[in-house]
């Protein structure tokens, strides 16, 4: 076997590794979603919700890591399914608050069972999860411009 050292071979980027393993995995996530009508990026925000409660957009595109008007089209489906209210605040109209309706917080009892569903589907345990995480964690922190 003869090894090439070819810096822009596809196989040894990162970003195409990187690129196909989030295709994969969002994939994978798929079938586990399907059964509540959820997509995976509707899954990242209800698990937003469920661990923060009520939130305005702007918050949410924050922790989401997504611009807010990429955020809005998926509450709005995730309304429409009755998972979500939005809502202009009390204290300031030009905040909208987004919440989750009893039928949203139903469905987290569902959702507790997906993290393990999901680490059967990968073949890996939680301690091959939790370390990479903390790579990734440490990959996005790295590629993130500087302020």
């Known amino acids: 076997m003869t090894t ?6 596809l196989e040894s980027q990162v970003c195409f590794a990187l690129s196909v393993a989030a295709r994969s995995v969002i994939s994978a996530y798929r079938p586990v979603l ?6 995976h990026p509707q899954y990242l925000v209800m698990l937003a919700l469920w661990e923060h409660g009520a939130l305005s957009v702007r918050r949410l595109s924050e922790l989401l890591a997504l611009e807010p008007a990429t955020v809005s089209p998926l509450l709005k489906r995730l309304e429409a399914l009755g998972y979500v209210t939005r809502e202009r605040s009390s204290r300031d109209e030009r905040v909208l608050e987004v919440a989750l309706t009893e039928s949203g917080r139903e469905l987290r009892s ?3 069972t997906i993290p393990g569903t999901m680490m059967q589907r990968l073949g890996m345990d939680a301690d091959e999860l939790r370390e990479l995480h903390a790579t990734m964690t440490k990959l ?3 590629a993130r411009p500087a302020d």
């Open 4 to 9: 090439t050292a070819n810096p822009l071979a």
């Open 110 to 112: 569902y959702a507790e």
């Open 34 to 39: 399907e059964p509540v009508g959820l997509t």
């Open 140 to 142: 996005i922190a790295a």
